[in-house]
């Protein structure tokens, strides 16, 4: 089955510069990365996705990046304020007969400091 | 996004009782959901899929008969964790896809605390 690593763990930026986790994965199907935010004691919160027909995704000051060949997929935040601060996760999925099931990363806990 | 609500959001009960968790896509019709469960600084772990009309598809290792699963419209799911003990105090958190947005986006709720005593 899929497998997919996050990293880093955690990650401490200065507000207002970039921060950006990287993930890989196993399956070569997978074709549908999304990336979610959960803030404490809240569901997680689709921000970005790409699917596997495209390299590069950017809405507003984040973006996803997808190589398909190496296997890993990279959320980019630019100009990061503090309500940036949150755990992200990445996954991936392939299409089988149906959209089965989101294989999660283990998650990146991002602290931007003021 | 489609909207997932779920309810309650937090819940302490005691040892050997149950507890009902609800999920409802607010705007749209699910024909499946998902459940998963979150430790502390963990991931999400699926726990089992629920089909509107038909049983609920468990993953590996979950025992079906401590975590009943009930999807009996469209726009409802429950989740009811029979005979509470202490080592499932978790967060449960259910999701769905709204084919509108695309056939492969997955929305979740807010997530419910259980706490048992």
């Known amino acids: 089955g899929e497998n997919v690593e996050q990293h880093p763990s955690t990650l401490s930026v200065q507000e207002g510069d970039s921060a950006v986790i990287k993930c890989t994965y196993s399956?070569?199907?997978?074709?549908?990365f999304p990336w979610y935010k959960q803030e404490l004691g809240k569901g997680p919160q689709l921000i970005i996705d790409?699917?596997?027909?495209?390299g590069e995704k950017k809405d507003q000051r984040i973006a996803v990046t997808l190589n398909k060949t190496a296997k890993h997929f990279s959320l980019h935040i630019t100009e990061t304020q503090p309500e940036d601060s949150a755990v992200y996760f990445c996954?991936?999925?392939?299409?089988?007969?149906?959209?089965?099931?989101?294989?999660f990363g283990a998650g990146t806990q991002v602290v931007v400091t003021p | 996004g489609a909207v997932v609500s779920q309810h309650p959001s937090w819940v302490i009960c005691k040892s050997g009782t149950s507890v009902k968790i609800e999920c409802r896509s607010l705007?749209?019709?699910?024909?499946?959901m998902f459940w998963y469960r979150q430790f502390p600084k963990q991931s999400l772990m699926l726990m089992a899929t629920?089909?509107?009309?038909?049983?609920?598809?468990?993953e590996q290792g979950v025992e079906k008969d401590k975590f009943l699963i009930n999807h009996a419209s469209l726009t409802l799911s429950t989740l009811t964790v029979t005979s509470a003990h202490p080592e499932d105090s978790s967060f449960y958190i259910c999701?769905?896809?709204?084919?509108?947005?695309?056939?492969?986006?997955?929305?979740f709720g807010s997530g419910t605390q259980l706490s048992v005593l």
């Open positions: 790409i699917r596997s027909n495209v």
């Open positions: 999701s769905a896809r709204d084919r509108r947005q695309g056939p492969e986006k997955l929305f």
């Open positions: 399956d070569s199907a997978s074709n549908y």
């Open positions: 996954a991936a999925v392939a299409r089988t007969d149906s959209w089965g099931k989101l294989q």
């Open positions: 629920s089909n509107e009309g038909s049983k609920a598809t468990y």
């Open positions: 705007d749209f019709q699910a024909t499946t």
